[in-house]
C-alpha cells in the first residue's frame, strides 16, 4: 500500500466564514454562454443569494440537478444509469472527523487494495464537478483545504526534500480505534510506482478552485492567505527560471495520469495543457497585493510565450505534417525553420494515414531531435477548454476526432492516447511494463472517465450531438459492466485486463457529462474564453480556411 511513511496528524483546522463577495475577474474574459441569472441556495448557511451579472459569464448555479428527483431540469426522464451512479458516487464518499473530504479511487473490493482506496487530487476532480454541479459545495471545499493543509507537511524521499509547493498524490483517512482519533497520511511519490512526484496535483488544485469559486460565487475561499499561499508555493515551483530555453515545463515520465514509463518525459501535451490552465485560473484568482502583482507579472509573460509556442510548435495539420516531411537539417541561426532538427525518416507510418483532410491535434511531445506525434485525449481536451486552442484549433481537433471515430472513440470513449506503441518499440519505451501492453492501461487504452472531458470540449465547440452520441455508447455497457477503470483493444471492446471495478472517476465523468449536456451553463466553471491577446496574429501552419 503505497502512503507516507510515519503517519503524521492533520490538524482540522477551520476558518471563518466572510460575507459571499462578487468575483471580480480581473484579468482575462472567461466563457459567456448567455444564460440569466438565477437564484440558488447557499449550502453552507442555507440563505438564498442572488447570482449577479457582473459574475461576466455563466456558471453552474449552485442548484441541485433534477438528477436527483424523478424528472429532470427539462421534464424528460433522465436515463436508469443516473441514480444507479450517484448512490456508487456517495459510497465512494471519505470522511475525516465528520466531514466528507474526497472520495477514494475505488470500491472493487475484489482486489489487491493498492492505493484504491486513497483519495486521489486528479482522481477527485471529476467527483468534486458532480458535487458543485448537484449543488454540494462543501464537500469540495473540505478537500481544498484538507489538501492545502498537506502542501504545507515536509516532503522527503530518500534524503532529498521537495519542493514546498508540491501537491500530494493522494491521501488516506486512518482511523484508530483505540485511541478513537483519525489521522491523514499523504502520498508525494515517496511510495509510488516509480517513485514520481505528481506534477499535476497543483494544476488540477488551481484549477478546482477556480471551478469552485466559479460555481458558487463564493470569493472568500479563494481570497483566504493560505489559499493565495498555496497558489504561490505551486506557481513558484512552474515559474522558475533555469537552463531551459523553452517556456513549456519539463517533466519526467509517469508525473501525470499517464502514470507509467510510457515515452512522454521531456514536454508532454497533458502537462502543458495544464500548466497553460492553472496559469488562467490563477491569473483570475490571484489576489492584486503587493505579493500577487509580482505573480501575475510572470504569469502574464509565460502565457504569452507558452501560448506562441504551443500553438506553433506542437500544432499539427496536413500542411504542417507536408512541412516537416520535407524538412532540412542541421540548419543554424534563428533563421532555422526546423528548430528542434527533427529528421523527416523519423515520421511514423502511422501519422499519414490518421490525418485527414481536414483536421489537426496537438501532438505528444516536441523536444530536441524528437516530436511524439501520438494522440493524447485529456491534453487536446483541455487545450480546447483552457483556450489554449485557437477557436480554429479547436474546431480541427473536433474535425479529427469525428473523421477519426472508430479510432479514438470506438465502442468506449475515450483513447487516452493514440496510436498503442508494440513490439520493440513497447519493449525500450515501456521498460517491457505488462500492464501497459498494447491497446491497454495507458497504452492505447480507452478510459470512461474521459467523457466529461470530451462532453466539456463538445459544448464548447458548438458540437454536443458528437457528446451525445459518445455518451449513448457509454450507457450501453458502463453499468453493466460496474463501472470498469479502462478497456482494452482498439476499439475498446474489452474490460480491462487489470482494471479496478466502481471506479470512481469512471462513474463522477459519466454524471458530469449528462449534467452538461442537460444545463450547458455547468459548462463555465470549467471552461476559459479566449484571451484575444494571447492569440498570435498570424497562424504558422493552416490546412484549410473557415
Known sequence: MRFLQGVREAEDFEY??????????????????????RLFPRVADNTVRTVSDNLDGAFSPGRRSGFNTPRSLFGFEPHPMVGEAWDALRRSLVY?????????????NSEEELNYDQVFVRDFVPSALAFLMNGEPEIVKNFILKTLRLQSWEKKIDR??????????SFKVLHDPVRNSETLIADFGESAIGRVAPVDSGFWWIILLRAYT???????LAEMPECQKGMRLILSLCLSEGF?????????????????????????IEIQALFFMALRCALVLLKQDAEGK?????????????????RSYFWLDLKQLNDIYRYKTEEYSHTAVNKFNVIPDSLPEWVFDFMPLKGGYFIGNVSPAKMDFRWFGLGNCIAILSSLATEEQS??????????????????????????????????????????????????????????LLTAACIKTGRPQIARRAIEIAETRLLKDNWPEYYDGKVGRFIGKQ??????????????????????SHLGMISLEEDKQLKPPLRRSSSWTF
Open 16 to 37: 471563518g466564514q466572510r460575507e459571499t463577495e462578487i468575483f471580480d475577474e480581473r484579468s482575462l474574459n472567461e466563457l459567456s454562454i448567455g444564460f440569466s441569472p
Open 214 to 220: 466559479k460555481s458558487t460565487g463564493d470569493s472568500s
Open 395 to 452: 474546431n480541427a481537433i473536433m474535425d479529427l476526432i469525428e473523421s477519426r471515430w472508430e479510432e479514438l472513440v470506438g465502442e468506449m470513449p475515450l483513447k487516452v492516447c493514440y496510436p498503442a506503441i508494440e513490439s520493440h518499440e513497447w519493449r525500450i519505451v515501456t521498460g517491457c511494463d505488462p500492464k501497459n501492453t498494447r491497446w491497454s492501461y495507458h497504452n492505447g487504452g480507452s478510459w470512461p472517465v474521459l467523457l466529461w
Open 244 to 268: 531551459d530555453t523553452f517556456p513549456t515545463l519539463l517533466c519526467a515520465d509517469g508525473c501525470c495520469m499517464i502514470d507509467r514509463r510510457m515515452g512522454v518525459y521531456g514536454y508532454p
Open 96 to 108: 475525516f472527523r465528520g466531514k466528507p473530504v474526497g472520495t477514494i479511487a475505488a470500491l472493487d
Open 294 to 310: 509580482e505573480f501575475v507579472e510572470r504569469i502574464v509573460k509565460r502565457l504569452h510565450a507558452l501560448s506562441y509556442h504551443m
Open 499 to 520: 482494471a479496478r471495478k466502481f471506479q470512481t472517476w469512471s462513474i463522477a465523468g459519466y454524471l458530469v457529462a449528462k449534467m452538461m449536456l442537460e444545463d450547458p
Open 160 to 169: 532529498f526534500q521537495l519542493g514546498e509547493g508540491v501537491m500530494p498524490a
